[in-house]
């Protein structure tokens, strides 16, 4: 069966510095990856997706930026976080054309 | 850009009671899917639809994918307090779009034991 794993779960960082969150997958190849934002408990924005290594798409310009160097890893990155970047980070996979599955979330607060 | 509107925002209803919430939208989707959030958890998918028409059941839930394609509904058979949490439909605009998967806003459930 398939899985997929992200962390930390929680991460305090202060304003300026980097940011790295990392989730893998795990028991499936060549998975679709996406990055979505959530705030406030509230509503989901996709950030980035990929579809293979070195494939990113980004839906919104912002501070972040994704890399995917591994098939089954996908991870977010900043070179200096804002204070508008805290909020709840989820990775996801799917196959293409079907349901996405979600990893537990990292609750990001940047102080 | 394309939006689904996922109605009701929040609920409060006493345990016992059938909870039914819906989302539409101007675009035709070919897949319609449901989850359900949890405090501190991410989303976990409960329903996934993918025929117009398509009426589908998983325990005391029930979804349905619309004839017209543009929206779909959950029902909840009998809440119980562990229904509680942030319920979200999610549809796919067409076949190969590759991360276009589009999300309602979600609706709070609470259930008053």
């Known amino acids: 069966s398939q899985t997929i794993h992200q962390w930390p779960a929680t991460l305090v960082q202060p304003v300026g510095s980097p940011l790295s969150l990392e989730c893998t997958v795990e028991?499936?190849?060549?998975?679709?990856l996406y990055w979505y934002r959530q705030a406030a408990g509230r509503g989901l924005q996709l950030l980035f997706y990929?579809?293979?290594?070195?494939?990113i798409s980004s839906e919104v310009p912002q501070n972040l930026s994704a890399s995917r160097p591994q098939d089954r890893q996908f991870i977010l990155s900043s070179k200096k976080l804002l204070l508008s970047d805290s909020g709840f980070y989820l990775c996801?996979?799917?196959?293409?054309?079907?349901?996405?599955?979600f990893g537990q979330g990292t609750r990001l607060t940047v102080v | 850009g394309q939006q689904l509107n996922q109605s009701p925002q929040s609920m409060f209803i006493q345990e016992g009671e059938d909870v039914s919430m819906n989302c539409t939208s101007s675009?035709?989707?070919?897949?319609w899917l449901w989850y359900k959030q949890d405090p501190g958890e991410g989303p976990v998918l409960l329903i996934a639809?993918?025929?117009?028409?398509e009426l589908t059941s998983n325990g005391r839930l029930t979804a349905q994918f619309g004839i017209t394609r543009k929206d779909s509904f959950l029902n909840i058979s009998a809440s119980i307090p562990s229904d509680v949490g942030i319920y979200f439909c999610?549809?796919?605009?067409?076949?190969?779009?590759?991360?276009?998967?589009?999300f309602g806003k979600g609706t709070k459930l609470s259930v008053k034991p």
């Open positions: 996801a996979w799917s196959r293409p054309n079907t349901e996405a599955f």
């Open positions: 028991g499936t190849s060549n998975p679709n």
């Open positions: 990929s579809i293979g290594i070195d494939q």
């Open positions: 675009s035709i989707f070919n897949t």
């Open positions: 639809l993918y025929k117009a028409g």
């Open positions: 999610a549809g796919e605009l067409r076949k190969g779009s590759q991360g276009n998967l589009i």
